[in-house]
Every structure is written in structure tokens, then in C-alpha cells.
């Protein structure tokens, strides 16, 4: 693996079962300490990536590679290690709801360090500062806003100082004002910690403001492009322009395949 690529994915197919290929032959590399969006449609796979990377699921072909180290999904203790490095913003947060604000950031904390509460304590507060809610330390999850959640969310993720932050759908369901924070922090702590940045999302806006390059997945579970955001927005490739235009049809089409209507409707002379 080339000395500045972190995460690379070699040929990676996927499918979670015999039916239907959610990944097809990609490759792609994520640079240390860089912000890389990866955006695409509903069902392109970017989740299924970031499961990839995680080692939830393992590669039905090609491998994906952790600063050097081949992923093996049936390896608990090389997955243990390796997550230790890792921080993951789940798309709805998944914060324990009988936990507090404080419990929730500890909880990797205490999961995977023998360090007393005392320091358990301060490392909880310095994160939750980081995401401008130390004040809400003390809160149950049921009191905090939907994008107060999200920013929990973050500084459990981080609570760790992991080299790699992956955010799935960080954007989603976020008002203007709680969208531009995430996205703010998301660039700002990267920048900070010099972790590298995975970010998965379908709003192209919001990832050209904060990310240092792109890759688009198509429908078919492909790579179309990889760039920096001026790249992309100059590229003439149709299903691109259809991606960052907002179009709303194109070599992604409106209709899902099927039969000619008058065929299925039993009209057909």
C-alpha cells in the first residue's frame, strides 16, 4: 500500500445474497488525515463500505486493507485491535437511550481502556467541549434536540482519538443551522486530530464544502468518478452531471426496470 493511503479497497465485490451484487469490482483508496466523500444514491453501497472497512461483513471478492494489514471478518481478535483505531457515526446516532449524555461518550471509554473515572471523567468533558455540548453532559438522551444527538454522537466517536472517523449520513434529518455545525466539526476535527475523514452522504453540497476529494458510486454498485470537488463539478461523465445537477432523469432512469406497461396490464395486442 502506498505510505499515504490509510484504507484501500482492492476489487471488492459484495452482495448480501445471490440475487443482487451491491458492490462490483471497486476499488479505492482513502488517504491519511484527508476528508474523502463518498456519495452516491439510495442502495449504491456506501454503507455496505463502511461495514466493509468495519469488518462486519466480510468481501465475497477482492480484500479491503487497514494501514497495511489485510481485514478479515472471521479474525475477532485482529477486528478488536483494529476498531480500537476507528470511531464510527452511525446515520441516527444509536446512542444508548437509558444512558446520559456523559455515559454515552464514556462508554468506549470503559469498554476499551482500564483508565480510571477520574480521567474517564476529563477526556469525556474535553470531548463533549469539542462538540460544544459539556453543558449537556449531565442530560438523558430523550431531553437533547436531533442534532444535539448527532454531536453526542461525534464526540463518542472520537472519544477514543481514532485515526479513522467514518460518518454515515451525517446530514440526514438535520435542520440548516444543526447541518452546518456537523459539517463544520467534521472538517474542523479532522483537521485537529489529523484523523481521516470518511464521509458518507448523498448531499453533494455539503460534501464539497468540507471534503478534499470524492468518489460517486453509481446504481450498480460501481465507481463512476473520483476528484476533488472542482473536478467533479467540471466533468462532462452524464451520470455525474445527473448526481450534482439534481437531475431527475438520465443514465439513472425514473422508472425501475420492468415490462412494457400495457404488457404487464395484460393489454399487449
Known amino acids: 500500500m502506498p505510505p499515504d493511503a490509510l484504507i484501500e479497497i482492492r476489487s471488492v465485490s ?6 443482487r451484487t451491491i458492490l462490483n469490482d471497486v476499488s479505492l483508496r482513502f488517504a ?3 476528508v474523502t466523500a463518498i456519495l452516491g444514491g439510495s442502495g449504491c453501497g456506501k454503507t455496505t463500505l463502511l461495514r466493509l472497512i468495519a469488518g462486519v461483513h466480510p468481501a465475497t471478492r477482492g480484500e479491503v486493507v487497514f494501514d497495511g494489514e489485510r481485514i478479515d471478518a472471521a479474525d475477532r481478535a485482529q477486528l478488536f485491535r483494529l476498531r480500537r483505531r476507528l470511531g464510527m457515526l452511525f446515520q441516527f446516532g444509536a446512542l444508548f437511550t437509558d444512558l446520559s449524555v456523559f455515559d454515552n461518550v464514556a462508554f468506549p471509554l470503559r469498554e476499551h481502556t482500564g483508565l480510571p473515572e477520574s480521567m474517564i471523567r476529563d477526556i469525556v468533558l474535553m470531548k463533549l467541549n469539542a462538540v460544544g455540548l459539556r453543558g449537556a453532559a449531565p442530560l438523558r438522551i430523550a431531553q437533547v434536540s436531533g442534532g444535539m444527538a448527532r454531536r453526542i454522537a461525534l464526540a463518542r466517536a472520537i472519544a477514543l482519538d481514532p485515526e479513522l472517523i467514518m460518518y454515515d449520513e451525517p446530514f440526514a434529518g438535520l435542520d440548516p443551522i444543526s447541518m452546518g455545525i456537523a459539517a463544520n ?9 489529523g484523523a481521516t475523514s470518511l464521509v458518507v452522504s448523498h448531499d453533494v453540497q455539503q460534501c464539497f464544502a468540507i471534503c478534499d476529494d470524492a468518489y460517486l458510486l453509481s446504481s ?3 465507481v463512476v468518478a473520483h476528484g476533488t470537488p472542482a473536478e467533479l463539478r467540471a466533468s462532462d461523465h452524464p451520470e455525474v452531471r445527473q448526481f450534482i445537477g439534481g437531475l431527475p432523469d ?18 399487449a395486442a
Open 250 to 267: 438520465g443514465p439513472v432512469r425514473f422508472h425501475y426496470p420492468a415490462p412494457p406497461l400495457a404488457e404487464d396490464l395484460g393489454l
Open 185 to 193: 466539526l467534521i472538517r474542523r476535527l479532522g483537521a485537529a486530530t
Open 220 to 222: 450498480q454498485g460501481r
Open 32 to 34: 491519511r488525515g484527508r
Open 14 to 19: 459484495f452482495g448480501y445474497d445471490a440475487s
